[in-house]
């Protein structure tokens, strides 16, 4: 009879390979099954040992072409057969990643699944342009929060709770809804003037940025036609950007990576 083979969920960090952690370089490199979103980089997908099954399940906003029921069959189909399965996910797997429904199908069906955790896009995207997502005097503590909205559909936050000027928001999936966000933050008091840096395609050789404010990001975001996926860091931190102080009327500026 087949051994059942093993799925391992893993982060593939925020694009840069280098980013990656050992532990997935190293599972990725012995897997015989490879299955990867499509936030997952090309040169990281070329780490993959040459003989592997590589399967494609990107999906994008709008376009689901794999439904994630179909996800789960497949990773439970292949570890069934006994295969070693990397499956490759952006950022980390348990971020705004739906790891855990894929982990807990294959716990139902009796399927060994480890954890191997990534570096997110907001720790990618921060850390790289030099900006900290906590500060001392400036944010108390920071949250992760999706901008996604079911199509036509109203974004459904607790404005209240998140408009806290002492604390950085991080809008993962805002592209569409950043402006929308940011007047349901501004409503419940927070300053216009707020720093807000979007950046796009975090560490890669693509990476852009778009410095802007709270009151502007709506209009700023549409006019620079922000490369997908980007994600919006918002607070006081912003203003460390590259050692400046920004002014209270923040200046708008789209720079590439640097
Ligand atoms: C479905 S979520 C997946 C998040 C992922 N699991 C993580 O931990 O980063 C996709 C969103 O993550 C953000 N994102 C992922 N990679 C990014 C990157 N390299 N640059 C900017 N944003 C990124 C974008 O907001 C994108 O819409």
Redesign the pocket.
Known sequence: MTQPGKVFLI?AG??DPELMTLRALRLLQTADTVVYDR?VSREILALAPPEARMIPVGKSPHNHPVPQERINDILAQEAGAGHIVARL?????L???RGAEEAAHLAEHGIAVEHVP?I???Q??ASVAGVPLTHRGLATGVQYVTGHRAADQVLDLDWKRLANPDTTLVI???VASIGQIAVGLMTEGLPGSTPVLA??????AEETRLLSSLGRIGTDSRDSGLA????FIIGKVVSLYRGQVVPDEAITQVSARG
């Open positions: 982060g925020p694009g936030l996910k952006g950022g980390d797997p971020i705004f990643g990534g997110t896009a907001a990618g995207a993962y999936m805002g950046v796009s395609r975090a560490t890669t997908a996926p980007t994600l």
